[in-house]
């Protein structure tokens, strides 16, 4: 779907009214949810006492309690309860060869039980990881692995700072770049500001300037207010959270060119779309060179300690490791032999299995039958639409309130009606993310399909006509 046109289906989202669940029907699904997730419930009653909110993970906080797994195969997984799910989460986009994978499970723990997990010195691994990289992603020539896409995130910065001898950085509202200080800021919704900054320093954002998604104008007067200060503008190429808010197809572009007229750094935060939307991430997508790269989970497919911060030689070679003047950074798993055993493999095996075009192509079937599907409701403005095999479905449209305008407010019942779908959902055996995103893997199926449009006609069936 073209970008003019998911704007104004987005519009329209918003502009209609939410369409809930009716509460007799909510009622019974709650109960449903109750009495099928015991052993989570239990598992989650008991971990409050000892893990703050009872959940470790943003992603795995779901409505009315997360639900515990216990495995996971191919696209499969099943929880604690033994309710098997059609899994769309993916981990939040790592997995592209699928769950649990064996050709590449067997090489991690051939590793592992041959040399060991770790010695703090390097390996051969970190070698033939980089250069996989290098040998993917067009603007890169070094890569330093980190331990997260947060860390990475924090390191391309101050490599930026480094280099450029200035110190502010640019982000657009609604972007998400881990939880580093600075870019704690209009978090997934565009003007919500300091919502999430609490235990941030005021200081912190003395350096950030930000402007709203696909800003122009806004753009090109923050690096003229700037004039010389900014080492960095860094952004998600499909669009901040990686597409929910979609970027406008001029947008990676005008960033380039403004970085290089003001001589300062272009950062593509990589982390969903790097080895996802393409092998050579983005910025082949796009055909844009950025200045720096970051690499998030991606980079060792699901297995622990998974980060990196890539780019052009001459920038990259100031960050090297040891003693000395340079932009300090650490880590001592970092490069670790199972991460980057995990690196080498995975995109190996992604090229063997030519893993990035089978996962877009049933993205582009999944939008198509569902996009079908919710045309039988004309009643109902809900929509999908897709970079790649990263699939975003619209229903309630939160993202997209203008929270500065009049319906500001209304943020929180699309949001809760939003979970209410995901919950039944989830009832039926389908999970994703954030009841908004669907990731594809190369062995989703016509079984994959099956189940997902079978969960949306029963979701469907619920919402009373109009
Ligand atoms: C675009 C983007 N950048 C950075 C991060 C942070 O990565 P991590 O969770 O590994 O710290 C994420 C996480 O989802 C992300 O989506």
Redesign the pocket.
Known sequence: MEYAEIMERLAKVVSTDVRPIPEDALEKEKERFYETHKRSLELFEEAKSFIPGGVEHNLATSHPFPVAMDRAKGYRMWDVDGNEYVDFLLC?APIILGHHYDPLDDEVVKIIQEKGPSTGLTSEYELLAAKKVCEHMPSVEMVRFLQ???EA?MAALRVARAYTQRQKVIKVEGS???WYDTYVSNLHIPGTGALNSVGIPPQAYEMLVEVKPNDFEGLEKAFEDNKDEIAAMVV?PVGGE?GVHPVHPDWNARCRELCSEHGALLIF?E??TGFRLDMGGAQKYFDIAPDLT?L??IVAHGYPSA?AIAGRREVMEICGAGMGVRPFMGGTLAANPISCGACYHAIRLMEENDAVRKSTEFAHRIVEELNGLFATRPDLPFFLYNFGPIIHYVTTGFFAVDIGGPKAFEVISRRKTAEDYQMVASNMGLNSLAGTRMYTCMQHDDQALAKTLEVWEYILSLIPKK
């Open positions: 939040g997260s896409g947060t995130d998400y770049h881990g998600e990686s935060d982390v969903v970051v998030g989970k980060g």
